[in-house]
């Protein structure tokens, strides 16, 4: 049976909070474990390249990592809670810097 992705979100943030996308996507197996995700900060005023990704976690290409400003660099995966709370905590560092 294939993966089910019933999480598939955009958030449009608003210009006081710093403006651009906040991405969510998430696929699970049969019995609701995560298998793939990808979650990202889209802004194209911040960065450019990357199709404005300025911050995201994901585990395509068969390893989890991070993406920060054009560099990728492999995380450490406990669980993909985790990650969640590692992308919330770099978006809302990155917000209080604007």
Avoid: C
Wanted: charged share 30%.
């Amino acid at each position: 049976m294939a993966d089910k992705k019933p999480i598939d979100e955009s958030h449009h943030v608003t210009r006081r909070k710093g403006g651009g996308i906040l991405r969510r996507e998430v696929w699970v197996d049969e019995d609701g474990n995560v298998t793939r995700y990808n979650l990202a900060y889209i802004n194209r005023e911040l960065y450019q390249s990357d199709n404005g990704r300025v911050v995201g976690y994901d585990n395509a290409h068969g390893y989890h990592h991070r993406h920060y400003f054009g560099t990728i660099e492999p995380v450490e995966f406990v669980s993909f809670e985790g990650v969640e709370e590692q992308f919330a905590r770099d978006w809302i560092a990155l917000r209080s810097q604007a």
